[in-house]
């Protein structure tokens, strides 16, 4: 085989997928949505927690004191004082107010609409600021009377211990940013071959190729290649955006407190070697089902399943389906669990030489298939 004969054939179809300018642009994009997903929950997360700082606009018929207003403004509520029901009832209409406090006869009524959450939720919080004023009432009336309040009020003593664990949706994204670089790289092979394969074929750019002095062996081996460079940097730039977004994440979204993420030196290389092997049987894949299809909507609809493949990494996390030596034998599905393995739980030798192993096969099969196709006239010619 020529090698500057593959190496040129290479360089035609890198020219020809830049020369897309649609294509080039929607292979850009793809690993963006790796940070976006992991930004954007760390922001809602953070953003529901910050909740708790929002004040309630709530009415109230009499002046609260020093004590009373001290309960409030910890509860998150804010007052404005009202002479009388029919004025709180005309500010709960212009929403000025979500709820108010009716005093009569030495009784508080508690006006909200439990259908809505704001109002249902100042109206739990009326509640809380109404028993905790009742309770220091309470306690400076036994302290009056000489009684140790502790003796009335604390008979059951209780603490509430918060236990640290998992933010389920933060954990969710997190196992899901690494396999989604499988994901890249399958959508970014399959886009490529559908223009080398299929593409040719309606432009009939191939068989002017099969006119100039190269093999077929090295036109498929050029292509594989070329398809496999683009793949491969995409998934690179994928898993680097993937890192990055997962790090700046623990220390700028509250929501990563205690999520554990390592990256050294040998995690990002094997993440490389992995990459690579990925790249290698997508593309040789792609180009096997693509070289059969006969137009751009054929090969697409043929590459779909490939990508339904790439995707079943992303989902496993969510039903705790741990990695196994045969998990990790299945292409593409078992790269994308020993991604999230590397970063995560830990690294198992086993899995990682029975996915090294499995793909060096997968490799070698899905080129001497490719390498048998363009030697066929039904896949050259159509």
């Given at each position: 085989m020529r090698w500057n004969k593959v190496f040129l054939t290479i360089k035609k179809e890198l020219r020809a997928i830049f020369r897309d300018k649609k294509s080039f642009i929607?292979?850009?994009?793809?690993?963006?949505?790796?940070?976006?997903?992991?930004?954007?929950?760390?922001?809602?997360?953070?953003?529901?927690?910050?909740?708790?700082?929002?004040?309630?606009?709530?009415?109230t018929n009499y002046e609260l004191n020093s004590n009373e207003k001290a309960i409030v403004s910890e509860l998150g509520l804010d007052v404005i004082t009202y002479k009388n029901k029919e004025?709180?009832?005309?500010?709960?209409?212009?929403?000025?107010?979500?709820?108010?406090?009716?005093?009569?006869?030495?009784?508080?009524?508690?006006?909200?609409?439990?259908?809505?959450?704001?109002?249902?939720?100042?109206?739990?919080?009326?509640?809380?600021?109404?028993?905790?004023?009742?309770?220091?009432?309470?306690?400076?009336?036994?302290?009056?009377?000489?009684?140790?309040?502790?003796?009335?009020?604390?008979?059951?003593?209780?603490?509430?211990?918060?236990?640290?664990g998992d933010n389920f949706l933060v954990q969710m994204v997190a196992d899901m940013a690494l396999p989604y670089v499988i994901v890249v790289i399958v959508l970014v092979a399959a886009t490529c071959t559908v223009d080398v394969t299929a593409g040719e074929k309606e432009r009939g750019t191939l068989e002017t190729l099969l006119t100039f002095?190269?093999?077929?062996?090295?036109?498929?081996?050029?292509?594989?290649?070329?398809?496999?460079?683009?793949?491969?940097?995409?998934?690179?730039?994928?898993?680097?955006?993937?890192?990055?977004?997962?790090?700046?994440?623990?220390?700028?979204?509250?929501?990563?407190?205690?999520?554990?993420?390592?990256?050294?030196?040998?995690?990002?290389?094997?993440?490389?070697?992995?990459?690579?092997?990925?790249?290698?049987?997508?593309?040789?894949?792609?180009i096997a089902i693509g070289s059969k299809a006969k137009s751009f909507k054929e090969?697409?609809?043929?590459?779909?399943?490939?990508?339904?493949?790439?995707?079943?990494?992303?989902?496993?996390?969510?039903?705790?389906?741990?990695?196994?030596?045969i998990i990790s034998m299945i292409p593409l599905v078992g790269q994308g669990m020993l991604l999230n393995e590397l970063f995560s739980v830990g690294v198992n030798y086993i899995n990682v030489i029975c996915s090294f192993v499995s793909s060096i096969v997968f490799i070698i099969l899905v080129i001497s298939i490719i390498s048998k196709q363009y030697k066929s006239e039904k896949v050259l010619f159509f």
């Open positions: 929607q292979i850009l994009a793809m690993p963006f949505i790796i940070p976006f997903m992991v930004f954007l929950m760390g922001f809602l997360y953070d953003f529901m927690m910050n909740e708790d700082n929002f004040k309630y606009m709530i009415g004025e709180m009832d005309k500010a709960y209409e212009n929403g000025d107010i979500v709820a108010y406090i009716n005093l009569d006869n030495n009784k508080y009524y508690i006006n909200s609409n439990l259908t809505s959450e704001d109002s249902s939720i100042a109206s739990s919080y009326i509640e809380t600021y109404l028993t905790t004023y009742n309770k220091f009432l309470a306690e400076n009336y036994l302290m009056g009377e000489d009684i140790n309040p502790s003796d009335v009020f604390n008979i059951i003593n209780y603490e509430i211990v918060e236990l640290k002095p190269v093999k077929s062996s090295e036109i498929v081996m050029g292509k594989f290649l070329g398809i496999a460079t683009m793949s491969f940097f995409s998934g690179i730039f994928s898993f680097l955006l993937a890192v990055s977004s997962l790090g700046i994440s623990t220390h700028l979204f509250d929501a990563f407190d205690g999520f554990e993420f390592s990256v050294g030196i040998g995690t990002v290389v094997m993440a490389v070697i992995i990459i690579c092997a990925v790249s290698l049987i997508v593309s040789g894949l792609s090969a697409q609809s043929a590459l779909q399943p490939i990508q339904f493949l790439g995707m079943i990494p992303l989902f496993l996390p969510m039903f705790e389906v741990e990695n196994t030596i």
